[in-house]
């Protein structure tokens, strides 16, 4: 009988959580070109549970599914410019296929570049020939 209710109290084992997929680059506006380089202009890459930004990297562990959200938080480990910090992130699919990155306040939204991302496209106005 005491086995029973001790069994009974005993947490139940954890469903498995369902992993989203943030992997990929993402450009923080149409007119960013879909290239990894690290530098201002780049853009953003996941890739391994790791982001890659401007000048720095974040490792992203200790996933947690944000309910009805498609979205989780992570813990983030990052190096650059030769300091470390910490921070949590939560990552967030848009309804229009994009990505929410929100993280100590701010909220940025990116769009992500397709497999086979055109290079040498058009980017910015002067290109078209549209001037002021």
């Known amino acids: 009988m005491r086995l029973a209710l001790i069994l009974s ?3 139940m084992p954890l469903i498995a959580q369902e992993t989203l997929d943030f992997s990929g680059l993402w450009r923080a506006n149409p007119t960013a070109q879909c290239v990894y380089t690290g530098g201002d202009g780049s853009a953003l890459k ?3 549970n790791t982001l890659f930004g401007v000048e720095n990297r974040c490792d992203m562990t ?5 309910n009805d959200m498609n979205a989780q938080l992570f813990d983030m480990e990052c190096a650059g410019e030769g300091e470390r910090f910490e921070g949590r992130a939560m990552f967030m699919e848009a309804s229009d296929g994009g990505l929410y990155l929100i993280w100590d ?3 940025f939204k990116y769009e992500r570049c397709g497999e086979d991302a055109a290079v040498g496209t058009v980017t910015t106005s002067e290109e078209l020939g549209i001037t002021q």
Do not use: K, Y
């Open 105 to 107: 306040g701010i909220a």
């Open 62 to 66: 200790n996933p947690v599914n944000v």
């Open 46 to 48: 996941i890739e391994d």
């Open 9 to 11: 109290l005993a947490p």
